[in-house]
Every structure is written in C-alpha cells, then in structure tokens.
C-alpha cells in the first residue's frame, strides 16, 4: 500500500438520521476538509448554472420525455422561441461532474464526502473509511418533525 496516500471519509446516510451534522462535527475535530452541499455550490459554479438547479437535478434523475426531448433537441418555450437555456444538464453529465470532483478531492486526501455516491466512487481507493449512518425509526422520526 502506498504510504503517501492520504486518510479520506465517506459518509452515507438516511434522511434524517443527522449524517450531515456528524460530518461537519468531525471534519472539524479532525481538520479535514468536508464536502456534502459544497460538492453542488462548486458544480453550480463551475458550470454557470444555479445551485438549485444542481441540487433538484442531483435529487431525481430525467424522465423518459425529458431525456428524449433532450436527445431531439425540443425542450419547450425554449426551443420554441430559441431561447437558449444557461446550460441543461444531463444525469450523465451531472454524474461525470460529480465523480471529476469526488476523485480531485481524495487526490488531496484528509477529507469527508457526505453522500453523492463517494462510496462507490471511491470503493477501490487505500485508506478510506466508507460509514452508513442509520439511525433507529424512532430517532429519524423525531429528527425531521424537529426540522
């Protein structure tokens, strides 16, 4: 195993089960680097596009119509008034984007990739911790009425 590569943290978690805040808590006990919402503000950014359109595209993947309207090249109004949209994402490229990031970051190591696929994406890499963070029903429950 190669010394020089650097500890790295995956985090998977069930909605409500607070996986995010035990995240941000550690990676700031450890003083590594912590990547959950940042992963989409650093998209958003590079590609010029709203950080709420990576965020909802990141939730769900393209319909059937929406994936054959894109392939076509007819997307609506704007395709009707040749309104250029800023940029449309396809789940492809959203999940080639991701990865691109996801491997930069373990390259620097000493960093905690809340979801996002950094499991799989980083299943083969030396020296990462992939954790599930699952909590009992009861807890989640309580969790998301409290939010």
Request: charged share 25%; net charge negative; hydrophobic share 45%.
């Amino acid at each position: 195993m190669d010394s020089t590569i650097t500890p790295m943290l995956t985090i998977s978690h069930q909605y409500g089960s607070g996986g995010s805040l035990i995240a941000r808590d550690l990676g700031r006990r450890l003083a590594w680097s912590m990547w959950d919402k940042e992963i989409v503000h650093r998209i958003a950014t590079e590609y010029a596009v709203a950080e709420e359109y990576v965020e909802e595209k990141d939730e769900r993947v393209d319909s059937f119509i929406e994936r054959m309207a894109g392939i076509l090249g007819t997307s609506g109004f704007e395709a009707a008034y040749n309104v250029p949209p800023p940029m449309w994402l396809s789940d492809t490229q959203l999940a080639h984007m991701t990865r691109a990031i996801i491997k930069e970051i373990a390259e620097e190591g000493k960093a905690i990739i809340v979801g996002r696929g950094g499991n799989c994406i980083l299943a083969e890499r030396p020296k990462a911790l992939h954790v599930f963070v699952s909590p009992a029903h009861e807890a989640r429950v309580q969790r998301v009425m409290a939010v």
